[in-house]
């Protein structure tokens, strides 16, 4: 065999890698790797039948907490809401019933009680107590848990002192407990025919659309989205 050529011995290689690079740079690029979705986040809401959606066609798609839910789907955002919502329900009924809520992972606790206390003539200290007793059970079973306190008001018929007394329960527990506040959950629906049925004292599926509108400004702080 005659000998090789020793200008011919570094073509190879560089040929070689010439190819290669072309091959690199021809090929499609590889998508950059799409990091994994977190597990969902919790948010529920423990309330009355202004929360359970009390007379709706269909509660589950008209009830504000689903409004709010669609909300947080078109944004993309990974929370499960749950309605924890009970007609007739009382802040001592949702202090009777805050551990069995809580059982699963909770992250973000809205506390919609207290119309129905107002209504039935209850002692604004007692409510106080109890809603402050929910939150401090939440604390207690999820340390990070965050807190949305809906205020509430009652109609000034059922005398002056006692529904001014009602309307700063809400308020107060807040400032004391250091959750977050919507000041009054039914603002521009309360006393409007047109946003409630005709018992005038529940809101319509129009109503609730005003409520998700009044609690998502106070809420979404609350989420990190």
Same mark, same amino acid.
Request: glycine letters at 10%; a positive charge.
């Given at each position: %065999?005659?000998? %090789?050529?020793? /200008?011919?011995?570094?073509?190879? +290689?560089?040929?070689?890698?010439?190819?290669?690079?072309?091959?690199?740079?021809?090929? !499609?690029?590889?998508?950059?790797?799409?990091?994994?979705?977190?597990?969902?986040?919790? &948010? &529920?809401?423990?309330?009355?039948? =202004?929360? *359970?959606?009390?007379?709706?066609?269909?509660?589950?798609?008209?009830?504000?907490?689903?409004?709010?839910?669609?909300?947080?789907?078109? @944004?993309?955002? *990974?929370?499960?809401?749950?309605? #924890?919502?009970?007609?007739?329900? /009382?802040?001592?009924?949702?202090?009777?019933? $805050?551990?069995?809520?809580?059982?699963?992972?909770?992250?973000?606790?809205?506390? #919609?009680?207290?119309?129905?206390?107002?209504?039935?003539?209850?002692? +604004? @200290?007692? /409510? *106080? @107590?109890?809603?402050?007793? $929910?939150?401090?059970? #939440?604390?207690?079973?999820? +340390?990070?848990?965050? $807190?949305?306190?809906?205020? %509430?008001?009652? !109609?000034?018929?059922?005398?002056?002192?006692?529904? *001014?007394?009602?309307?700063?329960?809400?308020?107060?527990?807040? @400032?004391? /407990?250091?959750?977050?506040?919507?000041?009054?959950?039914l603002?521009? &629906?309360?006393g409007? +025919?047109?946003?409630?049925?005709?018992?005038? $004292?529940?809101?319509?599926?129009?109503?609730h659309? &005003? %409520?998700?509108?009044?609690?998502?400004?106070?809420?979404?702080?609350? =989420?990190?989205?």
């Amino acid at each position: %065999m005659p000998p %090789m050529n020793s /200008t011919a011995r570094p073509r190879r +290689p560089l040929l070689r890698g010439a190819f290669l690079l072309a091959l690199a740079l021809l090929a !499609p690029a590889t998508p950059a790797a799409t990091p994994a979705a977190g597990p969902a986040r919790t &948010v &529920v809401f423990l309330g009355d039948s =202004l929360t *359970a959606g009390y007379g709706l066609a269909d509660p589950a798609s008209e009830a504000y907490p689903a409004l709010i839910a669609d909300r947080l789907r078109a @944004a993309g955002a *990974a929370w499960k809401v749950v309605n #924890a919502g009970i007609s007739g329900d /009382t802040t001592a009924g949702g202090l009777r019933r $805050i551990d069995w809520t809580l059982r699963a992972p909770v992250d973000v606790l809205v506390v #919609a009680l207290g119309a129905n206390d107002g209504l039935r003539g209850v002692d +604004p @200290a007692v /409510t *106080a @107590a109890n809603l402050r007793g $929910i939150i401090e059970r #939440a604390r207690a079973r999820h +340390p990070a848990v965050r $807190i949305l306190v809906a205020g %509430m008001q009652l !109609p000034p018929e059922l005398g002056a002192a006692h529904t *001014a007394a009602f309307a700063r329960v809400f308020p107060d527990v807040a @400032a004391a /407990t250091g959750a977050a506040l919507v000041p009054f959950l039914l603002a521009g &629906v309360g006393g409007e +025919p047109a946003l409630n049925l005709g018992d005038r $004292i529940h809101p319509n599926a129009a109503g609730h659309a &005003v %409520m998700a509108a009044t609690v998502w400004p106070h809420l979404e702080p609350l =989420l990190d989205l």
